[in-house]
């Protein structure tokens, strides 16, 4: 994939549709881009468009930036610092409203998202290609936009229910003012295109360096297990996630949990799907600020995020690890039923000793090993992010460009939602526990040797899940899903230092229908209701 993401310039001109995706800018002709009717004709084309889908994952909205804002802060796992302004503040606080900027770019360029992939689609039947070759690549690149529309999908159902579904590239082009469709309506549309992801025989296991990002039959497989598990259908979600366990998928988990979110973490066994920051020798130029409004098409080749400088207590320290999430990390001993502190705290937050948190820095930095100067003053805690940092080996970063790729779904990750669907079947017995035990084994945490009944079980999982997966804005989700999100959030927030408030609302259930939708299409304007959702 690195390099086919230069390509994605050439057709910038075709794929930088709006968020409303307006019949009146795509009547708009640009006469230096390349013509629709002509120019997908051949499998460079396709890729090339294929390749412009993936780079909405670096859009407003998604994993450049505002998405590790959204959802750590309103999962909970974060909370703002002073230096902390505008929409973000807000996520944290759920003050938010339909005018939030944050939001209204997630929907926005989950859309766009949507759209390219319903391009590529449209325009892969148009061609029809004879050849042998070119069909199987056609099939391959129409799996992989089947994958990134599902998680596009994904993401709109759960957040916000009924969504407009557009399907094709037609129905944008001449009727991009559907109605919301039915949430169940759209859940199936997800597995429809996940299942026929995994049915294609052409889509690889595996990847070559050069192509490495690109979504594998694991990934949808993965991708589809997590759809089932959202929709509790226990049984459909075991046997996708158990596909994975064995040949010809050779995941395994990293031997070092610290590299599975350091600079060296694109080739970590664990991954099942990426979004690559990492800075290309061909891709290292222009602006590293294109995160605060534009793309990288826009202003400048670069694909990175800007978390550990958001986030770094050394750099604009925007956010803390919250009280209540470096509070998770002491819990009970599974050996004695003593307070135990999890090994994992040193490699997600710095802080101090007694908390288990990191206490040291700058470990490979030409100057030495530098310590955390805790300030026991700060009456927010002063608690920092450590996960997807890498103070390790500089002291500070110079400006938010991190090569350190974002992890979207992982082996552990699998493992416990495998747990999961084992454990809501009423099994926790060996093979939950097992699959428990060695996503902790991997950290050096101390081991189960039983999970008791559903009810104990269920809350060894959920914790399993909040420790191994924090700041991986995975608990939001999480939350919501289990159906504890109101009671969690407000007896946390309500005991958080400086906070002390209960703000969220059984609004909060769904997020806010976006003004940038509801002022465009009528038809979507008309069914919100109390002008929320």
Known sequence: MKKHIRQLLLITGLMAISTGCKKSRLDLVDQSAYAYDTYFTNIAALNQATVASYATLLHPGLWAREYYFIFDLMGHEAKRASFLLGPEQELGDYTFGTNNSDLGSLWGSLYRMIFRCNLVIDRAAAWNPTATADRAKLNQYLAEVKFLRAYAYLHLVTLWGDVPLYTDYQTTLHNNYLSRSAAADVWKQIEKDLTEAEATTELPTVYSAAELGRATKGAVIALLGKTYLYQKKWAQAQAAFEKLMGAPYT????????????????????????????????????????????????????????????????????????????????????????????PRARSTFYGTPASGGDTVFCQQCATGIKSYNFDATDPQ????????????????????????????????????????AY????????????????????SHALLYTTLGDKNNAMKILMRERQLELCGEQSRYFDLLRWGIIKQTINTEKAAEPGTGTQPFQDKNLLLPIPDIEKNYNPNVAKDIKNGWN
């Open 251 to 342: 995941y395994k988990l990293d031997p070092s949990f610290d590299n599975v979110f350091s600079t060296t973490n694109q080739n970590t066994p664990e991954s099942i799907f990426q979004v690559m920051n990492q800075q290309w020798t061909d891709w290292g130029v222009g602006s590293p600020y294109y995160m605060f409004g534009n793309g990288a098409e826009q202003v400048g080749k670069q694909t990175h995020s800007g978390r550990a400088m958001e986030y770094g207590f050394n750099d604009w320290k925007n956010v803390y690890i919250s009280t209540a999430a470096v509070k998770s990390f002491t819990y009970p001993s599974p050996v004695d039923g003593l307070p135990y502190t999890d």
């Open 381 to 420: 805690g002063d608690y920092r992010w450590k996960k997807y940092e890498y103070y390790n080996l500089v002291e500070k970063y110079g400006d938010p460009k991190s090569p350190i790729n974002g992890q979207v779904i992982r082996l552990a990750d699998v493992m416990l939602m495998l747990a999961e």
């Open 423 to 442: 454990i809501q079947q009423d099994n926790t017995g060996n093979a939950p526990l097992a699959l428990i035990d060695s996503v902790r084994s991997r």
